[in-house]
Antibody
């Protein structure tokens, strides 16, 4: 059974760093892309970027380029989304999702990680 | 870069048919496949349509998708509406290899 299991909710202060994770199982992790999608409270879905764990090919939305870093550790089938300095506006639910090709649909989603940034 | 525009909300009665539109702001709607995702409150999104008009296994055939080049838009049609269809629906496509989501449409089945 394909599963994407994300790390738990986080509460952070502005300026702090954070790395959240998405662990894939039930499939060949290095053969599929992993995307990250943001959903701010009460708002819609936003595509942040993707990574191909097989070769670490990474692509970002212009809106998120330089704001976050996407990475993966294929030895433990885990993708990451990280911030070096959080802002209150980073408060959101973050989903990871799997896709077969760079332009295919997201066929499996993680359960989401809620990040709250507040002083 | 392009945007995908959806109506903010639609409502219809059980048993009826509803169509949700997704209009591409520039470039041809046919240039890249369109996907549709359903998101119920408190849940992760799930695919209800991919590659414009392909239904994943498990999605009832009450759901159908299409594109219309004349209006440069994609549509998701749900027939025989059920209360369980009440959810947010998002269209999604690609600009080169960068994903683009529509703003989402809240479907109310009343």
């Amino acid at each position: 059974e394909v599963q994407l299991v994300q790390s738990g909710a986080e509460v952070k202060k502005p300026g702090e760093s954070l790395k959240i994770s998405c662990k894939g199982s039930g499939y060949i992790f290095t053969s599929y892309w992993i995307a990250w999608v943001r959903q701010m409270p009460g708002k819609g879905l936003e595509w942040m970027g993707i990574i191909f764990p097989g070769d670490s090919d990474t692509r970002y939305s212009p809106s998120f380029q330089g704001q976050v870093t996407i990475s993966a550790d294929k030895s433990i089938s885990t993708a990451y989304l990280q911030w070096s300095s959080l802002k209150a506006s980073d408060t959101a639910m973050y989903y990871c999702a799997r896709q077969a090709t760079v332009t295919s649909d997201f066929d499996y989603w993680g359960q989401g990680t809620l990040v709250t940034v507040s002083s | 870069n392009f945007m995908l525009t959806q109506p903010h909300s639609v409502s219809e009665s059980p048993g009826k048919t509803v169509t949700i539109s997704c209009t591409r702001s520039s470039g041809s709607i046919a240039s890249n496949y369109v996907q549709w995702y359903q998101q119920r409150p408190g849940s992760s999104p799930t695919t209800v349509m991919y590659e414009d008009n392909q239904r994943p296994s498990g999605v009832p055939d009450r759901f159908s998708g299409s594109i219309d080049s004349s209006s440069n838009s994609a549509s998701l049609t749900i027939s025989g509406l059920k209360t369980e269809d009440e959810a947010d629906y998002y269209c999604q496509s690609y600009d080169s290899s960068r994903g683009v989501f529509g703003g989402g449409t809240k479907l109310t089945v009343l």
